[in-house]
């Protein structure tokens, strides 16, 4: 079992920033890749970035390229999401995901190669 524990969502105006953390616990030695992912009201969860521990690489969504940044504490277990110029369209619920298993996708990019996924926070920009 993994648990995933984000925070540090909240209410910020256009252009600002915000600092996501996820911390993991439990069965987490066996890491391949961690994510952000987000849901905005009626729209599918969709990628954000992710972190891959096969090749200590960073991806990112074409639509945070150059404004996010996603970065790890191994010590502490923790995946981090720094997001600057922030925009109205990047309000939604900000989801951490992990893979774990030797199984199913390898897709950092698809919600469905996650094993474990935290509650959410959310992040709202205002215009």
């Known amino acids: 079992q993994v648990q995933l524990v984000e925070s540090g969502g909240g209410l910020v105006q256009a252009g600002g920033s915000l600092r996501l953390s996820c911390a993991a616990s439990?069965?987490?030695?066996?890491?391949?890749?961690m994510g952000w992912f987000r849901q905005a009201p009626g729209k599918e969860r969709e990628f954000v970035a992710a972190?891959?521990?096969?090749?200590?690489?960073?991806y990112y969504a074409d639509s945070v390229k150059g404004r996010f940044t996603i970065s790890r504490d191994n010590a502490k277990n923790t995946v981090y999401l720094q997001m600057n110029s922030l925009k109205p369209e990047d309000t939604a619920v900000y989801y951490c995901?992990?893979?774990?298993?030797?199984?199913?996708?390898?897709?950092?990019?698809?919600?469905?190669?996650?094993?474990?996924w935290g509650q959410g926070t959310q992040v709202t920009v205002s215009s």
């Open positions: 995901g992990i893979k774990v298993f030797n199984s199913r996708s390898y897709d950092y990019t698809s919600k469905y190669a996650y094993d474990y």
């Open positions: 439990g069965r987490t030695f066996s890491r391949y890749f």
């Open positions: 972190f891959t521990w096969s090749d200590d690489s960073a």
